[in-house]
């Protein structure tokens, strides 16, 4: 099994920062594949950015194209998500989750880990 902890949520103002952490913990070499999604208030959980674990490459949504980053940092067993520009819809909470496959896939159901969340609220 593996454990992912998110941390670094809060409430900041649109055109601010956040950075995201994701510590994880127990069978980590399981996980190829670690995701960001989240889910705002009465909407479906969904994917945000993905980076395959060994290979560093990454994958996002539209919406936060050049404005969020996803990194790793093995050594640490840890995923970030560098938010910046952030605006009001980007308010939610955010989880992190991992996958056993090797695809960056942007389906919820095809992950098999999943973190407890972090809240993020962008106020206007």
């Known amino acids: 099994q593996v454990q992912l902890v998110e941390s670094g949520g809060g409430l900041v103002q649109a055109g601010d920062s956040l950075r995201l952490s994701c510590a994880a913990s127990g069978r980590t070499f399981s996980s190829e594949v670690m995701g960001w999604f989240r889910q705002g208030p009465g909407k479906e959980r969904a994917f945000v950015a993905g980076?395959?674990?060994?290979?560093?490459?990454?994958y996002y949504v539209d919406s936060v194209k050049g404005r969020f980053t996803i990194s790793r940092d093995n050594a640490k067993n840890t995923v970030y998500l560098q938010m910046n520009s952030l605006k009001p819809e980007d308010t939610a909470i955010y989880y992190c989750?991992?996958?056993?496959?090797?695809?960056?896939?942007?389906?919820?159901?095809?992950?098999?880990?999943w973190g407890q969340g972090t809240q993020v609220t962008v106020s206007s």
């Open positions: 980076i395959r674990v060994r290979s560093g490459s990454t």
């Open positions: 989750a991992g996958r056993r496959g090797r695809i960056i896939d942007t389906a919820p159901e095809e992950y098999d880990y």
